[in-house]
């Protein structure tokens, strides 16, 4: 839980201009001190997977070159992904834009295995 809320602003500002700069059409990003959410849209010729190692490459390179107190950041392999009907983009948003208060309530540990349930995901694991 690296992401304290000192520099959480500063880490998801630079992931928001980086991704727009690469033309990645992010919408918003947010989190907590362990994890981030990013809500995009992708192009007809970008994948989630490109996507994801353009996001957290670049960001953990200057996170790594930046000053935060000689805190490394290396972002697990994995990731989760899931498509956003638009009728759902502003509450997405909203959940993302509140990750403060709401993770006051609830771990992401507990949210995420309630999501999987809810919905009823597989979830695959790398064996690498």
Not at 57 to 71: A, L, P, T, V, Y
């Amino acid at each position: 839980p690296i992401l304290s809320s000192e520099i959480r602003k500063t880490v998801f500002e630079h992931i928001h201009r980086n991704a727009l700069d690469k033309e990645i059409l992010m919408e918003i990003v947010g989190g907590h001190n362990n994890h981030v959410h990013c809500l995009f849209r992708l192009r007809n010729n970008q994948t989630i997977e490109n996507m994801m190692q353009l996001i957290k490459g670049e960001s953990s390179f200057w996170f790594n070159k930046s000053e935060f107190s000689g805190i490394k950041l290396n972002w697990q392999k994995e990731y989760f992904a899931v498509s956003v009907s638009e009728s759902q983009v502003n509450a997405v948003k909203n959940y993302i834009a509140t990750q403060e208060e709401h993770h006051k309530k609830k771990t992401w540990d507990e949210e995420y295995e309630e999501f999987i349930k809810k919905y009823g995901f597989v979830v695959f694991k790398d064996k690498s």
